[in-house]
């Protein structure tokens, strides 16, 4: 009597057992990147443009959310090994460059813009539109370097006040107002 013996099929678990280690491998490089993305803009400095800004915590979190991106779907679409790594190496690069060459000049752009502001006010021409009483507090309105309107609290050194329509040079700025001198009249 010959005995047969059950055929194992061992393969099969292993592979699943695999391809549910990388699944968890992508998965973290996902959720890692994404909070250390987030992180970075949001609570970070967005950098100054020194050094290499691939190897900057912003693009290295970019590349960690492209390639667990990458991975999870070439996973999920049923891919191979080496399809699924090239794809996640793809995205890697591919994210991390829109982040550094697109986005990241845009928002450092933009926060230059912010910085300008209050320090360009000084030698530029405005009109009081609400008194500015000697001492004490009043508005101006004037156009800033960007052809906006603005409207500042401001105050005066000058022993008379200042009233409405007056034409001013803001010669100094602080935190909370402009300091302006009349203009005047020819």
Request: proline residues 6%.
């Amino acid at each position: 009597m010959v005995r047969e013996r059950p055929v194992s099929n061992r393969a099969a678990p292993t592979r699943d057992r695999r391809r549910q280690h990388v699944t968890a491998v992508y998965l973290a490089a996902f959720i890692v990147g994404g909070v250390s993305v987030l992180t970075a803009l949001l609570l970070a400095d967005v950098g100054h443009g020194d050094g290499m800004p691939f190897l900057s915590l912003t693009g290295i979190s970019a590349a960690l959310v492209g390639a667990g991106t990458g991975g999870l779907l070439g996973i999920w679409g049923g891919l191979g090994t080496v399809p699924t790594a090239l794809l996640a190496g793809a995205s890697a690069l591919g994210l991390a460059f829109v982040l550094n060459g697109a986005l990241l000049p845009y928002l450092r752009k933009q926060q230059a813009n912010s910085h300008r502001g209050r320090s360009s006010y000084i030698g530029l021409l405005g009109t009081v539109t609400l008194e500015v009483p000697a001492g004490g507090w009043g508005e101006v309105s004037f156009v800033d370097a960007d052809g906006n309107r603005v409207f500042s609290r401001a105050k005066s050194d000058e022993p008379a006040p200042l009233p409405k329509s007056t034409r001013v040079y803001i010669a100094d700025i602080d935190a909370d107002s402009v300091h302006v001198v009349a203009v005047p009249e020819p």
